[in-house]
């Protein structure tokens, strides 16, 4: 099943939990050989496979840390890439907050004499 923005919440933590499974056994390991290797009790493994919502993060990575899955997570959340106009305003600096205001949006039409601004 593909992970798409129609699936509910439990959709998507049963299928991860189902691809968690399918890699560990695929290496051949136990649930609690995972649990070991990751620091993680054998229950938080279990919760994880099986899609349940009481479990943390840090968790989670752990336990594909173990997996050998780590790498991959750089695909989860992508780092942010800044627009060419973003490049050149930053000029190599790296931003550091956001503004809090929507970005300047131009305006569309033409300014002829005598209107005002």
């Known amino acids: 099943m593909n992970i798409t923005a129609q699936l509910t919440d439990d959709a998507i933590l049963r299928e991860l939990g189902a691809r968690l499974t399918a890699t560990r056994l695929a290496q051949n390991l136990t649930q609690a050989a995972v649990a070991e290797q990751a620091g993680v009790s054998k229950r938080t493994v279990e919760r994880l496979e099986s899609g349940e919502v009481a479990t943390q993060l840090s968790g989670f990575l752990r336990v594909c840390r173990a997996l050998g899955l780590a790498e991959r997570l750089e695909l989860l959340v ?10 050149l305003k930053l000029q190599g600096r790296r931003r550091q907050r956001a503004s809090g205001k929507p970005a300047a949006v131009p305006q569309t039409g033409t300014w002829t004499w005598g209107e005002p601004e």
Do not use: G, Y
């Not at 992508?78 to 490049?87: G, H, I, N, V």
């Open 78 to 87: 992508p780092a942010p890439t800044p627009s060419p106009m973003a490049q």
